[in-house]
């Protein structure tokens, strides 16, 4: 019935995801701490977060589901959820992302390329009254090219997928290296001026 | 880890942005005179600051010191509160030392336009003794985004410097002459001085260099008439000054005065309406569990709800998830399709947060069946609201990007008057607290800050639902709230002016011991009866009624008390002093962020009137207001301030912290404490227990419902 139960697990684990950088201005690289062997070792889904703004970066397991949309966990009960690999909620950030409708990001993602037309997408958060806040971006697909990465020890032939969206006043650039079975192994996407940009690397499936 | 991380981080982020929202250009800041108000360096100007803004200013220079609490009421209207030690000012014939309290108002007429200048004008010291009394009315304009330039015209002490016949006198004749004071005790308005006698210019200019610093160049109509000579050298009407801004909340003046005099000034700006971690920093909630298309096929499995293990399995889960959560359950109904959950919230400021946890918590706990979840807020044992959800809306709408709103509309909250179903267990409850205390003493004439520090011991027992027995005693550590030695020089009777004699006596001390019966007699009331020592200076018997529709912005209630006036030890003995006191209030909350109260009745002196409070309502807790207290006490009864009056800030914890916490922190600034229209000050009234648990209250703070 707990459902974090899945984070009391033996202790080397706890470690492993225990890791995580705090220091300002340069944090230390969680990736760097991280091997490939203490991955495979660890027998569930595994992501590693960082955002560059808030100085953090952390791992997370996933620990809810709900349709579509997966919700993971750090040890410190941070939450992030995806729907199919796009952020739509944040928990415990203090600058959370309350909400999103990414859906026409996901329909351009998986559209195979070519289209340059524009369609929306919508970001909510609560402001410093605890009001919530909307943002209404107007997003279009700038690029797609072949790449390879390496994440941990682990090398991916993906795509990279270039999505560049506007707000009344600012522009920010998402993107997204896709694997060939769809698998989002890297994504860097904006969540709000408060918090930054929100890059997800996807280390064990 | 990456939650502590951020309480570090956040604060640099902020720093970060605000700098990068500074471009290219300067802008020119606003800006604070030595008075606290907004302003050049001695003299006003035309603009206002941001709604809402609370400042904080010290400024010196010789022999003049002022401490300043300044909050932009309205968008147009400010008021500050002035605290001014003046060493060797001349007073008739004798050179003193003064503490003085002032109180200023400045309303913004008009914006800045095109080519219209900003307009404004002021009242110095309306209710004070009368030192800085002075009026203005001044225009402001922005030439390049780098210059603005200031003109005025100031009556009473403004126009010291080049003064001439008033121009009102064109209207009546009476503004040409502006009388002596009449010598009252403060807190009087005076209204046939306002705008009279002479009138002066004054201005200024405002050059910002860089995004930090701006320089100020002002001709001053004060002329410092009671200290110029005594006080310091006045030489010259011409003041300048450097404003520095290393960041966005603090300002660093530094200042020439009057031909010899160099000035320090430092303000710190609050906003309320900004917060360090706005969703804050608690773990994140239990995810909603969706159930599978098997669960909800037909027929429904209802068969959990006749068996008495099952329930009490759910039970014991429920409580356990909601535990983890901060939440305490305290009562269960449980029905094939509906679950009604009792709770007490003493975690999240915002209620919706706990409806909103517990609501997903139980979707983890609840058999299929069930497609409703109620959620009750019980406060000190009474049901103050009920939120009930559709199942299937919070499994639909848990990462919908307006899914706040989508849950607000398709909740329903209502009054739930009726009986409670306590959880075996779950009383009695008990919540102790040690813990340090402070007691600031302010404005005393022989010594402007005294304070007495010490550890207290705080308890809470409810043996059922709606008892609760409160217990506080302090002991003192330090301090030196005993060495007062000013009597009370009161007419009426001593129900608040001899607290040096407490002061002197009490330790330690009982501060509270009641117990106290809360309940529900009907729709849309609420009841309670306390006895015991109620508070610090008086014990007895309390009764309160209150009649507050759960979607109404408007209350009504009703006090009465019998009390008597507590021994000086502050331990079981009573004095020879009873009364009975008691008042009807009307509370309002209005749409646009403000609460009013009325309280008409008798106070603890015996004496009959009215006590009005006006307050800024922010929706994440944060609270401003004044009140004042107008009884058939006449003023000279009163004796100094002529009449009760203070300004109240409350400040929630949770919202400087990041950490969630009911915890709020409340302090009375009160320039004199009389014993005219003194009200009892006992524990857990109604309103205050029960109003962020209805709908106007609800609805504001609703964006946290699924944090």
């Known amino acids: 019935m707990n459902m974090r139960s899945g984070l009391l697990k033996p202790l080397s684990l706890a470690l492993l995801l225990i890791v995580s950088a705090c220091a300002r201005p340069a944090p230390p690289d969680l990736r760097a701490t991280l091997t490939r062997a203490q991955i495979d070792a660890f027998e569930q889904p595994l992501i590693l977060v960082e955002l560059p703004q808030l100085g953090s970066s952390a791992t997370l397991i996933p620990v809810a589901r709900n349709g579509d949309v997966q919700t993971w966990s750090t040890a410190d009960g941070v939450g992030l959820s995806y729907e199919r690999g796009l952020p739509v909620a944040t928990r415990g950030l203090g600058v959370d992302l309350m909400g999103a409708d990414v859906t026409g990001s996901l329909a351009a993602l998986n559209s195979g390329g070519g289209t340059t037309a524009y369609y929306p997408r919508f970001h909510s958060h609560l402001d410093g009254a605890q009001q919530i806040r909307y943002l209404s971006f107007q997003c279009q697909i700038t690029g797609r090219r072949a790449e390879t990465i390496t994440l941990i020890g682990q090398r991916h032939a993906v795509q990279r997928i270039d999505e560049t969206c506007h707000l009344p006043d600012a522009r920010v650039e998402n993107s997204y290296w896709r694997g060939i079975d769809g698998t989002l192994w890297r994504t860097k996407q904006w969540l709000s001026e408060d918090a930054g940009y929100l890059i997800t690397e996807r280390l064990r499936k | ?707």
């Not at chain 2, 982020?13 to 005179?33: K, V, W």
């Not at chain 2, 848990?398 to 959880?423: K, Q, T, V, Y």
Request: charged share 20%; with cysteine; proline share 6%.
């Open chain 2, 1 to 707: 880890m990456l939650r502590r991380a951020l309480i570090t981080t956040s604060l640099c982020c902020l720093g970060l942005s605000a700098a990068t929202g500074l471009t290219a250009e300067p802008a020119l800041t606003s800006g604070l005179n030595s008075f606290g108000g907004p302003g050049l360096i001695e003299m006003p100007f035309a603009l206002a600051h941001p709604d809402g803004q609370l400042s904080v200013t010290s400024s010196y220079f010789q022999n003049n010191l002022r401490n300043t609490l300044s909050f932009q009421i309205t968008p147009r209207l400010s008021g500050s509160f002035t605290y001014a030690n003046i060493t060797d000012i001349t007073r008739g014939t004798e050179v003193v030392e003064l503490f003085d309290r002032s109180f200023s108002l400045h309303y913004q007429l008009a914006d800045e336009g095109v080519w219209q200048p900003a307009l404004a004008f002021g009242l110095n010291d309306v209710l004070g003794t009368g030192v800085y009394r002075s009026e203005y009315v001044v225009a402001t304009k922005t030439l390049t985004p780098q210059l603005r330039v200031t003109g005025g015209i100031g009556w009473g002490r403004l126009a010291g410097v080049g003064g001439f016949t008033n121009p009102l006198g064109l209207i009546d004749d009476s503004f040409e002459t502006r009388d002596a004071r009449d010598g009252n005790l403060g807190g009087e308005v005076e209204l046939d001085q306002i705008f009279n006698g002479p009138a002066a210019l004054f201005g200024g200019i405002e050059y910002q260099a860089t995004d930090k610093l701006k320089f100020i160049l002002e001709y001053s109509s004060d002329d410092y008439p009671y200290e110029g000579e005594s006080s310091f050298d006045y030489r010259s009407p011409v003041n300048v000054g450097l404003s520095y801004r290393p960041r966005p909340d603090l300002d660093l003046s530094a200042r020439y005065l009057y031909g010899s005099q160099l000035g320090l000034q430092a303000t710190f700006f609050i906003d309320p309406k900004s917060a360090r971690a706005p969703s804050g920093l608690e773990k994140a909630p239990p995810p909603v569990r969706r159930r599978s298309a098997a669960e909800l096929g037909w027929p429904q499995d209802t068969g959990w709800a006749a068996s008495p293990a099952e329930r009490d399995t759910i039970a014991l889960q429920a409580a356990q998830i909601l535990t983890a959560q901060g939440i305490d359950l305290v009562g269960l109904v449980l029905k094939p399709d509906h679950a009604r959950v009792e709770i007490i919230n003493d975690t999240y400021l915002e209620h919706p947060e706990a409806i909103g946890r517990s609501a997903r918590a139980m979707t983890r706990v609840l058999p299929a069946s069930v497609q409703q979840i109620e959620v009750v807020l019980v406060v000190n044992g009474m049901p103050a609201s009920a939120t009930t959800l559709q199942r299937r809306d919070l499994e639909d709408l848990e990462f919908a990007f307006d899914n706040s709103w989508s849950i607000f509309a398709r909740a329903r909250i209502s009054d739930a008057p009726g009986p409670l179903a306590p959880l075996p267990g779950s009383y009695p409850r008990f919540e102790w607290d040690l813990g340090p205390y402070v007691t600031p003493s302010l404005f005393d004439p022989d010594a402007p800050l005294r304070a007495d520090l010490g550890v207290e011991l705080n308890t809470r027992y409810a043996p059922a639902p709606g008892l609760l027995f409160r217990g506080q005693l302090r002991k003192k550590l330090i301090g030196n709230l005993d060495e007062t030695t000013r009597q009370s020089d009161s007419v009426l009777p001593r129900v608040r002016s001899d607290y040096n004699l407490y002061d002197t006596e009490a330790d330690p001390r009982l501060t509270e011991l009641t117990g106290a019966w809360f309940f529900r007699p009907g729709r849309n009331l609420y009841g309670r009866v306390s006895a015991g020592y109620l508070e610090q200076y008086f014990g007895g018997v309390s009764a309160e009624l209150l009649w507050k529709p759960v979607t109404s912005d408007f209350a009504l209630g009703v006090e009465a008390n019998y009390v008597a006036k507590r021994d000086y030890d502050m331990l079981f003995g009573f004095q020879d002093y009873e009364v009975a006191t008691g008042h009807v209030s009307a509370y309002y909350e209005w749409d646009n962020g403000y609460f009013g109260q009325i309280d008409v009745g008798r106070y603890l002196a015996g004496d009959w009137g009215t006590t009005l409070k006006l307050e800024r309502t922010f929706k994440n807790g944060w609270r401003v207001g004044a009140f004042a207290t107008f009884t058939d006490v006449s003023f000279e009864e009163f004796g100094e301030g002529s009449f009760d009056k203070g300004i109240t800030v409350t400040i929630p914890i949770g919202q400087v912290t990041g950490q969630p916490s009911r915890d709020t922190y409340t302090t009375v600034l009160r320039p004199v404490q009389r014993d005219g229209g003194a009200r009892l000050d006992v524990s857990d009234r109604l309103y205050g227990l029960v109003h962020d648990a209805h709908t106007p209250e609800l609805q504001e703070s609703w964006g946290r419902f699924w944090r």
